[in-house]
């Protein structure tokens, strides 16, 4: 309760404290929005190369499993009158529908996959699955000329887990002569169903090493910087690094990583259609 109390609290001050800031300038963020971009669709794809380690991974996996690699990097998004889609290796696959918008601020109905438990993991093959779960839910966005502030809730639908979660997020984008440089700081409460069926262990399932565990609801923090850098008209060099602090409900599940920190950098090059 204290984590959602906090994570509100500082959403709410960011909001009374910049909520009476119009946008005023075209910007990355204001003009790729679902609210004010250019109506149609918009896909890049590319060819890029991640840096893998035993900390880039929520799970445990065997030692095998963690390899420098290639990966092919494909972002989609649409933008309608009032729907919106939007599918990219950060977000994921999200739909939306704009139901109040205004010159700086605006909310929708979201439906998202938030969670989709481990990946290829051997190591877990032994353990129940985990499915993919459904989240539907309502965000709140606030622009500034080269900033956004949102604030995400959100229901599993599907019943998974029938769990919700609680997000905000703070983006901000520089142009430093032909680099846009962009930063993500944002702050996720999950609550117990979702922790407990994802990193949670239960009686029928456990083993000597991977012991019954009750997971309570956490706090996932994120850091994520960002540079790209345009070729010509279509072609753009990426940079990213991801930074995941877990809360220590996560952190303590035997099928977790012992560390509470994760980490991922990758780059890529990107052809923008």
């Not at 940079?239 to 920190?261: F, Q, R």
Request: charged share 20%; no cysteine.
């Amino acid at each position: 309760m204290k984590q959602i109390v906090t994570l509100i609290t500082g959403t709410l001050f960011l909001l009374g404290f910049a909520g009476t800031q119009l946008t005023s300038a075209d910007s990355r963020l204001i003009d790729n929005s679902p609210h004010f971009g250019e109506p149609g669709w918009e896909v890049s794809v590319g060819a890029g190369l991640f840096s893998a380690s035993d900390n880039v991974d929520i799970y445990k996996r065997n030692d095998d499993d963690y390899e420098n690699g290639f990966f092919v990097p494909v972002d989609a998004s649409y933008i309608g009158e009032s729907f919106y889609f939007k599918a990219n290796e950060f977000e994921g696959l999200l739909l939306g529908y704009t139901l109040v918008q205004n010159q700086s601020w605006a909310i929708d109905a979201l439906l998202s996959p938030r969670f989709i438990g481990p990946i290829d993991n051997d190591l877990l093959d032994d353990l129940d699955d985990r499915d993919p779960d459904l989240h539907a839910g309502v965000r709140y966005s606030l622009y500034f000329d080269d900033s956004l502030i949102r604030l995400d809730i959100s229901k599993d639908i599907v019943n998974t887990h029938d769990g919700h979660a609680i997000s905000a997020s703070y983006d901000r984008e520089w142009q430093v002569k032909n680099w846009l440089i962009t930063g993500t700081v944002s702050a996720a409460y999950i609550s117990e169903e979702v922790a407990d069926y994802y990193y949670g262990v239960n009686n029928s399932e456990s083993t000597s090493q991977f012991p019954v565990y009750r997971a309570e609801g956490a706090l996932i923090t994120n850091l994520a910087i960002g540079a790209e850098y345009p070729i010509n008209e279509n072609w753009t060099f990426n940079a990213n690094l991801l930074y995941t602090l877990l809360g220590d409900e996560i952190k303590d599940s035997p099928v977790t990583i012992e560390d509470n920190e994760l980490s991922n950098i990758s780059t890529s090059l990107r052809y923008h259609f």
